[in-house]
């Protein structure tokens, strides 16, 4: 049975955590990390089945096989190098760090050099399958357009700089366009999904992002257009907020678990 430690005991986090602990996912919670103690212990009174440890990463590395990080970008710098030093595969949901291109090199040489796999779930978006495919051959172009309601948006460090008010924003207004790299800085918490499609695709510099807040939706939107040797797809889904996060898609947590699941399933679908 895999043994997994988690970082991360928010929205994403609890969602795993709960798949783990009612078998939807085959494998042991060793144990959990938040650097806020309150949101661990509080998840760990919601498991039923489970008995994790509340204890630091440095700590839980010598019991498990893989890490999950659902917790921020910083939490990518700080213990997933450490981590892959241990020999423990991880499972990375801020995946924005990696515009840090010097951080992505030394991950994949640790990675490589320590025989680990470093997981990256498509997250909150749909089509990564087809923009992998299409990447086998010459990709011209990629668009990321992400559709938030303004609360979705808000502490982001481009609208704290910018001094964007989101009260009042009362139509749909487009406050961001630039590349992937720009884009996760700029949006650490809304456009991880950037990152994921820039490392999959043609890269941060090279891959468009545009954000927009609409007051009239209750979803948050990605739609990804892509042109290539292979042709054109546009795919769009319209996700449901997490209720105790709303800039996190429930479709994410969704996919954390999906990819947790594939480890232990001997049939492998999708590209
Ligand atoms: N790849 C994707 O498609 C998506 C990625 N995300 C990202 O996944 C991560 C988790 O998202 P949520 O669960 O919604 O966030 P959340 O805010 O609900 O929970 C994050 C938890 O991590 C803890 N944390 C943050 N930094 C930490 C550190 N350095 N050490 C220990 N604990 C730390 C916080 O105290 C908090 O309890 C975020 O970085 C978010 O931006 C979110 C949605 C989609
Ligand atoms: O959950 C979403 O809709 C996307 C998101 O926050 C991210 O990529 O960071």
């Known amino acids: ?51 994790p440890q509340v204890i ?9 096989d893989l890490l999950v990080e659902c917790a921020s970008q910083e939490a990518v710098y700080e213990l997933i190098p450490t981590a892959l030093h241990a020999h423990c595969d991880v499972m990375i949901m801020s995946v924005g760090a990696f515009s840090d291109e010097k951080l992505f090199k030394t991950i994949k040489e640790l990675a490589k050099e320590n025989k680990c796999k470093v997981y990256l779930p498509s ?5 990564l399958d087809g923009l992998k495919s299409a990447s086998s051959d010459e990709i011209y172009s990629v668009t990321l357009t992400t559709q938030k309601p303004p ?12 001094k964007i008010d989101l009260d009042k924003i009362n139509g749909k207004t487009v406050i961001f366009e630039g ?41 948050n939107i990605h739609e990804i257009s892509v042109e290539g040797a292979f042709g054109e797809f546009t795919t769009k889904v319209e996700n449901v907020p997490s209720p105790t996060n709303p800039k996190s898609s429930y479709l994410a947590s969704l996919s954390a678990i999906a990819t947790l699941k594939k480890l232990s399933d001997p049939i492998q679908t999708g590209t």
């Open 179 to 219: 590349t992937a790299s720009e884009a996760v800085k700029a949006f650490p918490a809304n456009v991880n999904v950037a990152a994921t499609i820039s490392l999959t695709g043609i890269g941060f510099e090279k891959t468009k992002v545009k954000i927009v807040a609409n007051p009239a939706l209750t979803r």
């Open 56 to 64: 630091e990463v440095a700590e839980m590395l010598k019991k498990i």
């Open 123 to 127: 997250g909150a978006i749909v089509g």
């Open 1 to 51: 049975m895999l043994n997994i430690g988690l970082i991360g005991c928010g929205t994403i986090g609890a969602s795993i955590c709960k798949a783990i602990d009612d078998g939807t996912i085959e494998a042991e919670l060793v144990a959990i990390y938040d650097r806020n103690l309150n949101d661990a212990d509080k998840l760990l009174s919601t498991l039923k089945r489970s008995k």
């Open 151 to 162: 609360r979705g948006l808000a502490g982001a460090p481009y609208i704290i700089r910018n």
